[in-house]
């Protein structure tokens, strides 16, 4: 079964501090990866978009790392800001399958001062 | 170039009522998503459509819900005799191309049914 799993469901860290998101999936045949970050009230934005052949992407202060052997992905944020606090949402697009959409239910951050 | 529009950002509705939430794509976008998010849960799929086309609906609940893209004029998805069940916020995305390509978001439409 195509699957999107996130770790950890949710996630209090100091301002300033790093953290790291993951995302394990079993869907295949696989096409891309993208993660999501979802303000309180908001629509999702993208922040970043891997393809099979790229290992590491970074968008500012984020930075997004895939694992196609392992199927594994993760989202790193750098020296973080009471604006990260948000959903992230790690999405995966099937091959086949008309490029359905495989959406994870997301990792809740918390900045703190 | 403005964003993907949603209106009404709120709307309450008593049970047994109609709910029709429109979504306007980004300009030049020709593909539009319809998703549903329970409170404390995430996005789920339920339909796509292209102009005056649906082309994947397996998402959407079987009786009461419907959406279209016609021509001219915003997506509408349709939701009649609401109950409480459906209370959520229903966002709307489109992309540029075919297949499921870049999605843009609009801010979404919070349904609350009384």
């Known amino acids: 079964k195509n699957q999107v799993e996130q770790s950890p469901q949710s996630l209090i860290i100091l301002e300033g501090k790093n953290c790291t998101l993951q995302?394990?999936?079993?869907?295949?045949?696989?096409?891309?990866l993208r993660w999501y970050k979802q303000d309180t009230g908001r629509g999702p934005v993208s922040l970043t978009i891997m393809t099979f052949s790229e290992n590491t992407k970074s968008n500012g202060r984020y930075t997004a790392t895939l694992d196609a052997d392992t199927k594994q992905s993760s989202l790193h944020i750098t020296a973080s800001q009471l604006s990260d606090s948000a959903s992230y949402i790690c999405?995966?697009?099937?091959?086949?399958?008309?490029?359905?959409?495989?959406w994870g239910l997301g990792t809740s951050l918390g900045v703190n001062p | 170039n403005a964003g993907v529009m949603q209106n009404p950002r709120h709307l309450v509705r008593r049970r047994g009522q109609e709910a029709r939430l429109r979504c306007s794509p980004m300009k030049g976008h020709s593909h539009v998503y319809w998703y549903r998010q329970l409170p404390e849960e995430g996005l789920k799929f339920m339909v796509y459509l292209q102009k005056e086309n649906i082309i994947d609906e397996s998402g959407m609940p079987k009786e009461r819900f419907s959406a279209e893209f016609p021509k001219e004029g915003p997506s509408i998805l349709r939701i009649q005799q609401v109950v409480r069940g459906d209370s959520a916020a229903y966002f709307c995305?489109?992309?540029?191309?075919?297949?499921?390509?870049?999605?843009?978001f609009g801010p979404g439409t919070r349904l609350t049914v009384l």
């Open positions: 999405v995966v697009i099937h091959a086949g399958n008309n490029r359905k959409l495989i």
């Open positions: 995302c394990n999936y079993t869907v295949s045949p696989f096409s891309n």
């Open positions: 995305a489109s992309s540029f191309s075919t297949g499921y390509n870049e999605q843009f």
